[in-house]
Each structure stands twice: as structure tokens, then as C-alpha cells.
């Protein structure tokens, strides 16, 4: 199965307008998450209220560079290595790619509809980021010359930049 780019886009563009846009989503994201899954709280030290806002902003950089893969695979192979700081595990991502699922089928279903298509394309294209992040973060040595001609240090951060969940040029 191909990642549905137009079906991403157009559900994401609708998760920011509906139900409370993406503080909405990132907040009830976070409480499910929590709930479900305890075992990952420990892992995160910034309190939800900071910790959606950079977790929907990596997601929009995703959705704005589906079409830019260039762009998109250094950026997520930073972002793996990045969470090995953080502590995450292979086990972890289909903890957040079930969850972020499920609450978009959630947020999305308030207002409008989500639909088994929309499910599908969402699982895919986690499934595919997941697959390049843990990819990096087990073979961090690979990526390095990759990074550095992005910006990015061999820890997956750029030494000026406070922000690198953001992808730079990325606007969903």
C-alpha cells in the first residue's frame, strides 16, 4: 500500500480545524497515552500543556513534507536519534502510532466522519515513520554524514536550534 498523501493532508488539515484544533488533539493525545500506556509516562518530563505542542508540530512538519522525501528522512532519522536522549524503545512506537490513531478516529469523529480509508492511511504512514526512526536510532553511525549535511549534529539536534521538532520550510 502506497502512503494516501492527499487523505493524510486533508484528515490533518481537518484535525486543525475541528473538535478544538491540535491542542485538542495533542492534549487528549497525552491523556490516553497515559492512561493506556503508564509504563511511558516516566519517559517524558515535560508536562503535557509544553509536550503536545511540540509532538502536533512534528506532525504537522510530517504532513507538510510527505511529498518532500529529501527533507522528511533526515528529519525523522534526527528525530529517532533524538529520542534515544528520551529513552524510547523499539516497543514504543506502535504504543504512540495506536494511540495518535485512535484519538484522530476521536477528534475526527466529533464533528465529521473517520472512516476505515482514513484509519488505514494513518496506520501506513506510522508504520513508515516508526520504521525510519527506530532505523536510525539503532544505526545512528549510518546516518551521520546524512545529518551533518542537514544541519544536524550525530545526537539528531542542531546546536542553534530550540526547536528541532519543527522541520524548517514544513507548513501543514
Given amino acids: 500500500m502506497a502512503i494516501n498523501v492527499e487523505l493524510l493532508t486533508e484528515t490533518f488539515q481537518r484535525a486543525k480545524a475541528e473538535n478544538g484544533g491540535l491542542h485538542s488533539l495533542g492534549m487528549r493525545f497525552y491523556q490516553r497515552l497515559f492512561e493506556k500506556y503508564p509504563a511511558v509516562k516516566p519517559l517524558f518530563s515535560t508536562p503535557p500543556e509544553e509536550q503536545h505542542k511540540k509532538l502536533m508540530a512534528s506532525l504537522s512538519s510530517i504532513v507538510a513534507a510527505l511529498t518532500a522525501p529529501d527533507r522528511m528522512l533526515p528529519y525523522l532519522r534526527a528525530m529517532g536519534i533524538r529520542h534515544l536522549k528520551y529513552k524510547t524503545e523499539s516497543a514504543h512506537y506502535p504504543a504512540v502510532a495506536e494511540n495518535l490513531v485512535a484519538v484522530l478516529s476521536e477528534h ?65
Fill in 108 to 172: 475526527l469523529s466529533k464533528e465529521g466522519v473517520w472512516t476505515d480509508e482514513m484509519k488505514a492511511a494513518w496506520e501506513e504512514a506510522l508504520n513508515v515513520v516508526a520504521s525510519v526512526m527506530i532505523e536510525a536510532a539503532d544505526n545512528p553511525e549510518k546516518y551521520t554524514a546524512e545529518l551533518a549535511a542537514m544541519g544536524y549534529q550525530a545526537d539528531g539536534f542542531k546546536a542553534s536550534d530550540p526547536e528541532p521538532w519543527v522541520l524548517a520550510g514544513a507548513k501543514a
